[in-house]
């Protein structure tokens, strides 16, 4: 973190990990009977996948794909850019895609575009993090985690500029007065 920030907490690793179980439940219930390709969006996904996916009782595959909209900002760009594609075969399965946080919308939505051309049987989301304050596009996340108004967060696999991914806790960053 950059010395002019502060971090203040907002979602203990208790409060996390009992959210974890509550998408887990409603995810498990969706799918029972089923195979699920679960697909993480790096980076900020990889805590929030690993602690989800042991969770799931449903057959899993796990892939991952990467487009990023931040950079080293604290306000998304204007364009998600793709720059790894997943490796599994899709078509005729069920997809659930694994965000760590939905801001804008614009990621979610280019990323839906992305998987309904692979012609899968089903494509849902599932965030940790559905923040609304900067929501340009009505952006429909099956699976909504914590729903929260605020600032820019970091920890549990979220960063600023790569920094605080490993924070096993979620804190909103805010510069200090």
Sequence with gaps: MRKQS??????????????????ARRINQAYAGSELVMVGVLKGSLFFLAD?????EVP??????????YSNRTAPGGKA????????????????????????????TALRRHFEQKRPLSISFCALVDKRTRREIDAVIEFPGFRTNAGFLV???????????????IYELREKA
Aim: glycine content about 6%; aromatic content about 6%.
């Design 81 to 108: 850019y793709l720059t790894k594609d997943i490796e599994l075969n899709v078509t005729g399965k069920h997809v659930l895609v694994i965000e760590d946080i939905i801001d804008t919308g614009r990621t979610i």
């Design 6 to 23: 502060i971090l203040r907490a907002k979602y203990t690793a208790e409060q996390i990990h009992s959210k974890i179980m509550t998408l």
């Design 60 to 69: 899993v595959a796990i892939d991952f794909i990467r487009i990023s909209s």
């Design 155 to 169: 920890g549990y696999g979220m960063d600023f500029a790569e920094a605080g991914r490993e924070l096993r806790e």
């Design 52 to 56: 989800l996916a042991r969770e799931i």
